[in-house]
């Protein structure tokens, strides 16, 4: 329901005047603010350990320019041009910025940056309610709403001391100076993550209207081309050398503070529907939704209401959830963790100091990945999920660590060129040619697949093969066709003990295609291994961990080259055929029942049975 067009008038009495009135004043008076035609200010800015820097232009009759340039030399541009015509263009190209929070953006952002925009707010704001006293800090705060319709409502804060701005939404506005007589903050900060640092003002520069307009699409496509050249690099160890080439700053994940939890559907395969990583849920009602925190992914930086409901425990299914499962750790506790074993891994930026991982990172380095990116959610997960110390599968083998990006982004797309994967993998047979004997690279995980047809197939393909030769498996999601090897991610049952066999079952993504026919195997061709409701190394800082309680292949390709480095120590002489036919004769078959019906799934690995089979030479057909 629209607000009536009277409303203003009913709202906006004389108290909301006088209090515009004592801003303006001491920001520096209305004939000096009525003076400045135009702004441009520019911020050294900061957000999580990213920074870049910031321009922002402002014209009358609302127009905005927002610039920012990252340290990796992409450059973000949004814009607008009136009342309307809203416009984002990054190096994955141009998009219109038609919804609500779009619209709610530019406005806070010209509440904070714009010196003149309080003074126009009762022409941008049709409603304007004065609520009353609020403390920010130990600072007396009145409170005002303006709103353009029920949807996009802003609450701004004013000290009553000074008079100036001092919150507008979740923007705080701090360390106030004087800039050519105008009362400017000079620090600003946007949640808990963004700070922006006052460099340079100008006012009254020329700007042409064509600034704030949207540029057309060839333009854009050929800023975006110019820029994705810039957005990746390579940094490697010097000649002979090995250690870490770089340390990417942690992810950041944090949001504004959830008011409903998000609905999980089970007839979408979109991964993340209930996605409350780094999420605040304080004052969350959630006590009768517990089908969707069976499915919810969340880390340790999600804050929870006090009430949980009853089957659900947070702390305990993520630690719970490190367990690498069906016995692996009973296998470390005899000596088998892959000590002496080589494993590598080609994935995204890893955060190299991650405690799960970092006492056995020998080498980090990046082949065309994003330049100076922080690190990415699948670099930390597959590392521990191979190698972490309470995650991993071989928490004692040597990881050996390439960030790459098989592609670059165009148009907001991946464009694959899997050429990259190719070096990538010669690089690292570069590496294992120098490491002393007894200390080899033995297998390397790739959670990715490339296909005929596929910019650099054939590429990787060759290398690959050179790989076989060099004695290092290559686990990738292509090993079907690569090696003749087959293998499938499992589901579990999160209230079963991730130990036994039995507490496993279809995978969250493939099990209806199973159940329907379309994706059905049969028990020998398989080897099935953990997928599902697995904690693992987040990205998002040294000690933090995440819970995914559903995977895909990507988390399942490091548990079977961490199982492949405990069957190396195990057994030396152990090839990439011997271990997975051993794997397959000791698996497990358990029934599937759904709808009356009864299907056979398997094979089920069996960690212990397969290294006691290797190590015994016995039950592999050797």
Known sequence: MAFAPEARAAEAGQSIEALLAKHIAAAGGRERLAAIQSQVVTYDAKEGDEAFALQVSFKPGEKTLLEATMA??????????GAGGRWRHSPNGLTDLKEPKDVLEFRELALCLSATAIPELQQSFPVLKLLGSEKIGSNSCQVLEASMDESLTIKLWFDEHSGLLAKAGITLLEDYRTEQGVMIPHVIRKGDNTVLKLKAVQFNVAIADSQFSKPSQAEAAAASEQMNEAQYATVVNLAGQLGIARHPGAANFLKEPLQSLPVYKPESQSPFQVDLR????????IGARLNDL??????TKTIWPPRLPDGFAPDRLLEQSKNPGLRVRELHRRGVTGKGIGLAIIDQTLLVDHLEYKDRLRCYEELHSPAGAPAQM??????SLAVGKTVGVAPEADLYYLAEMHGAMKQG???????????????????????PRGHKIRVLSISVGWSPGQKGCAETDAAVDRARQAGVFVISTAIERTHKLSFHGLGRDTSKDPDLYTSYGL???????????QFRFSPGERVLVPMDARTTASPTG???????SSGGWSWSVPYLAGLYALACQARPDVTPELFWAT????????PVERDGKTFQLGNIVDPVALIDALENRIGSGD
């Not at 780094?278 to 009602?285: A, C, Q, R, Y």
């Not at 797309?413 to 490491?435: Q, V």
């Not at 995978?507 to 026919?517: D, E, K």
């Open 378 to 383: 699948h670099g930390p997960a597959v590392a």
């Open 72 to 81: 990796n030399g992409w450059k973000v541009r949004q814009g607008q041009a």
């Open 278 to 285: 780094s999420s605040d849920l304080s004052k969350v009602e």
């Open 542 to 548: 040294d000690h933090d961990y995440v819970y995914y």
């Open 413 to 435: 797309k991946l464009d694959w060129d899997f050429t990259w994967l190719a070096k990538a993998i010669d690089r690292i047979l570069e590496i294992n040619s120098a490491l």
């Open 583 to 590: 794997a397959l004769k000791t698996g497990h078959v358990v």
């Open 507 to 517: 995978g969250s993504w493939w099990g209806s295609m199973f159940l329907a026919g």
């Open 294 to 299: 069976h499915h919810a992914d969340f880390d």
